[in-house]
């Protein structure tokens, strides 16, 4: 089955930039997405179709994708932005559609 | 905007059937998205459980497949999952979403606050 990676962890400083990559065979070819999962809530799409920002996200959230790697950077992180993040996608076959395993954004 | 909103009972019983309603607001059914199901174990990343269209075509887990069941009712502009022989392994918060289209696959872009389902006797 296919599989997007994810570190489990990413830790900055308020202020500091924060990158988040996500891994997968067929993200040369088909696009990512982001969401971010703050605690006890419902996941909020962050990035669609590897870097366009829905209205209302602040634009110190940014991705790119290259490859087989997609990367969420969020720049100037802040105390509010703690929390989990996950990249979707989807395999060559529509069937398959996936989210990454999730990775833990602190800011401290 | 679009206003989604699951319903089920919270507890059910191993080897039973987990059935939940997702009743869609402020938005038709019938509209030119996907409606589908993502679920969360406590403590545990997301899964993808499956879709539907207002038409009836669905789109399933591989994994789920076997024991899943998703249905539309436009009339009352909700959709249903129903998932048999539920397991511990099936406890997990489960959301709806409404799946946009990048004009080749779907992605959630709305989604409900989610409910918690527990499997167990």
């Known amino acids: 089955s296919y599989e997007l990676t994810q570190p489990p962890s990413v830790s900055v400083s308020p202020g500091q930039t924060a990158r988040i990559t996500c891994s997968g065979d067929?993200?040369?070819?088909?696009?990512s997405y982001w969401y971010q999962q703050k605690s006890g809530q419902a996941p909020v799409l962050l990035i669609f179709?590897?870097?366009k920002r829905p209205s209302g996200i602040p634009e110190r959230f940014s991705a790119s994708s290259s490859g087989t790697m997609a990367t969420l950077t969020i720049s100037g992180a802040q105390v509010e932005d703690e929390a989990d993040y996950y990249c979707?996608?989807?395999?060559?076959?529509?069937?398959?559609?996936?989210f990454g395993g999730g990775t833990r954004l602190t800011v401290l | 905007q679009v206003q989604l909103q699951e319903s089920g009972p919270g507890l059910v019983k191993p080897s039973e059937t987990l059935s939940l309603t997702c009743i869609v607001s402020?938005?038709?059914?019938?509209?030119?998205?996907?409606w589908g199901w993502i679920r969360q174990p406590p403590g545990k990343g997301l899964e993808w459980i499956g879709s539907i269209y207002h038409t009836g075509n669905t789109y399933y887990s591989p994994s789920l497949r076997s024991r899943l069941t998703i249905s539309v009712d436009t009339s009352n502009n909700e959709f249903s999952l129903k998932l048999s022989s539920v397991t511990a392994a099936d406890t997990a918060i489960y959301f709806c979403?409404?799946?946009?289209?990048?004009?080749?696959?779907?992605?959630?872009?709305?989604w409900g606050q989610g409910t918690l389902v527990t499997v167990s006797s």
């Open positions: 067929a993200l040369p070819k088909k696009y």
């Open positions: 979403a409404r799946d946009s289209s990048d004009g080749t696959d779907y992605y959630p872009d709305y």
């Open positions: 979707y996608s989807t395999d060559s076959n529509i069937l398959h559609r996936v």
């Open positions: 179709e590897d870097t």
């Open positions: 402020r938005h038709s059914i019938s509209g030119p998205y996907y």
